[in-house]
């Protein structure tokens, strides 16, 4: 698990992201390829925090799961008990067990080497 | 911000603590003086990860901010827009602008110097 996503309605959008770079000490920086994200680059935190706009919905946490190997992950986790909500991209949004949203996304921290545990 | 905690329903707390445990490939362990919580040691994931039984409340995450002086972090958020819920044991409960929960902890991981920002 590599990073938490604060997922903020528009309307509290810009409150939220303003915060979260303040408690966190860092400043937020849009990410180009998805104007709905947000990052906070070099964050006072253990993992990869973000944030993304969520329009209408109601606020929430997420979390991304990442891997060496997507499609594997994925059958993994369903076995595990993860509900599928949708394939996208270049990640897969799930559910857990207790309908807590995850996303499972291609390796891409530098820290994925150390931190990771290997499937056996 | 150091952890992620898995808030679950007690009737689906099972489930979740094993989809979780089995996710990050750790092994739950019952927190022995807080018997609403599980951890997860040495779960694949940069943040430590837990999960707490919320008997009835609907299914979130929260994260916990941890800190070396809880009552100046406490100030400092709440003039950044934090939101009182509750001060509680050894932690302090606060909602962000758009509502989500999350604590604010004594440091205790071992990340804690290299990992932290200092506020100035």
Redesign the interface.
Known sequence: ????V?D??SD??A??R???A????SHAREVEEFPEFTALPG???????GLQDIGTAE?????D?ETDDVDAEVLR?TG???VKVADGRTWVVRR?????LFDVVPHE?P?FDE???E?S
Chains 1, 2 share one sequence.
Do not use: C, K, Q, Y
């Open positions: 698990m590599r990073e938490v604060v903020a309605p509290t959008f409150a939220t303003d915060f979260w303040g408690a966190l000490l964050a006072a935190s253990l993992s990869w925090v606020a929430r946490f997420h979390v799961i986790l595990l008990g993860a857990d067990p207790s309908g807590l921290s820290w931190r990771s545990h499937v």
